[in-house]
Structures are given as structure tokens and as C-alpha cells.
């Protein structure tokens, strides 16, 4: 195992055991005058199908943010890790929407939902650094979704979406880690266009 490859998966232990403390100490996990400050850098006219997450463990809720992205009519849709795959699709739900387990246990939309490509994600963050990267679980399969639209010449923005206090100053990455454009957290947005 490489030296990063060994940082990271130690860092994953930290900042698990890190979030869980958040958690219980946090008492606004979605800000309304945070997640506005982001309508004045991406123009919400333009986009139409935003990607977010059903949060699992100890990750910030996403609860209100869904609320929100559908309240501002945007198509909602979550990610789905195909058979046999390394990167996700995206398929819209709906506040009725039915969900069953999919890969790791992450409850995925059901299958005869519509695939869209998202103009917009969300996406969860063990750990996020100054420059605008993050720490996911360790699958990559953010990465290599993000890496696949780029080579299609799809324009879209990243933000990840964690507690203010998972910041890091920096991650160990690897070159082919993803620079997100924003992260939101319950207190502030980070710019990093």
C-alpha cells in the first residue's frame, strides 16, 4: 500500500470518530442565509436537475437541503452505484419516493426512476481541506463520475456538504482527487472557483 493511500485510510479513522462528536454537539446542521450565499455565485435559473444524498451515520442531514432544492422546483435526484460499476448515475426522486439499500447500505432511489445528469451536486465529505478538496469513504466513485463528465465537456459545480469543523488545513490527495468549487456547511460557504 502506497504512502497516501495509508494516510488517507488512517485520516478516515480519525475524522469518523471526529464527526460523531460534531454531531452530538451541533445545533443547526442546515443554514438558510448560508445556502443563499451560494445563489450568488451559481445562477439556479440555469440549472434544472440538482444531485444530493440521503445522509447516513453521523454525516450532517440533508433533510433541509432536499426541502430546499425541491422548494426552489429543481429536479432532485440521488446516486445510484450501478452493477458492476465505478462511477454513479443519478435518478430523481420525489417527497414520495421509495428508496431500498443499494451498494454499502446507502439507501439508493428505486430503479425504475429517471436518470438525469445533474447540473449541481451535493456530495458528502469525511473531511475537507483549504484548497477545496475532500475526504470521501475511500470508493472514488465521485471522482471518477466528476472525471467522466469533465472529458464529456459537461458543466456542472461541486459542493461538498459537511460540519464546519471537519475542515482540515490540508488532505493528502492523490492526482486524481477532484477540486470541488464550493463546500456549505452550517456556517459558512467556501469559494474555491
Known sequence: MNIL???????????????????????????????????????????????????????????????????????????????????????????????????????EPINDNKDVIPQLFFVPCLGFDLKGFRLGYGGGFYDRTFAKFNKLNLKFYSVGFAFDDQKQNKLPREFFDYKLDFVLTEKQLYNFL
Open 5 to 107: 493511500v495509508s494516510q488517507k485510510k488512517d485520516l478516515r479513522k480519525i475524522l469518523i470518530k471526529k464527526r460523531e462528536k460534531i454531531k452530538k454537539n451541533v445545533d443547526v446542521e442546515f443554514n438558510y442565509k448560508v445556502f443563499d450565499q451560494l445563489r450568488e455565485f451559481i445562477d439556479f435559473e440555469k440549472i434544472q436537475d440538482v444531485a444530493s444524498f440521503v445522509s447516513i451515520r453521523s454525516e450532517i442531514s440533508t433533510d433541509q437541503l432536499n426541502n430546499k432544492i425541491m422548494e426552489l422546483g429543481k429536479n432532485l435526484s440521488f446516486p445510484v452505484i450501478g452493477k458492476n460499476s465505478d462511477q454513479l448515475n443519478f435518478k430523481t426522486v420525489d417527497a414520495k419516493n421509495s428508496f431500498k439499500l443499494g451498494k454499502f447500505n446507502i439507501p
